[in-house]
């Protein structure tokens, strides 16, 4: 029997969208949208920045590269889950499910924080634009894929 494999983004899983259509789409895009926000904006204001002109600027690109490296986190939980454990971890307990998803929120939180970094902000301070990225890594990694599938 195969095992069944989700992947997630940090409020529902981008691909749903192209799956299931629903008018719920516009909420779940929504909520991602105003959490890179929320990010963005805290982290600009923290470091004494005109919020309005740095959330102007990227947060298209900080949304998109967010949805996308959701995919590359999810793809190496698919592939750990095919080849390194064959199926033989319970998708439905919080144990297994954090030992085989952890990699890839890992790897998401890296790619969000380095793919901003180079693609999303023109800041003339690096250490700025290494503090926001730092922070949208840290808060917006798919961290839902570390829950068993029954919640």
């Not at 940090?10 to 691909?15: E, G, N, W």
């Not at 008018?23 to 204001?45: C, E, R, Y």
């Not at 297994?96 to 998803?101: E, G, K, P």
Request: net charge positive; glycine share 4%.
């Amino acid at each position: 029997m195969k095992k069944e494999v989700r992947l997630y983004n940090l409020i529902f899983p981008i691909y749903m969208l192209f799956v299931f259509p629903t008018p719920l789409w516009f909420l779940i895009i929504a909520a991602n949208f105003l959490i890179d926000s929320l990010v963005v904006i805290l982290a600009a204001k923290k470091k004494g920045l005109d919020w309005k002109s740095v959330w102007k600027k990227s947060i298209v690109r900080v949304v998109a590269i967010g949805f996308a490296v959701d995919f590359a986190g999810g793809a190496l939980s698919c592939v750990l889950s095919s080849t390194l454990f064959d199926g033989k971890l319970n998708s439905y307990v919080w144990p297994d499910v954090a030992l085989l998803t952890l990699p890839g929120v890992i790897l998401a939180g890296l790619l969000i924080y380095f793919l901003n970094k180079k693609l999303s902000f023109e800041l003339s301070e690096p250490r700025q634009v290494r503090f926001i990225c730092l922070m949208l890594a840290v808060f917006t990694a798919p961290y839902t894929m570390m829950l068993p599938f029954s919640v």
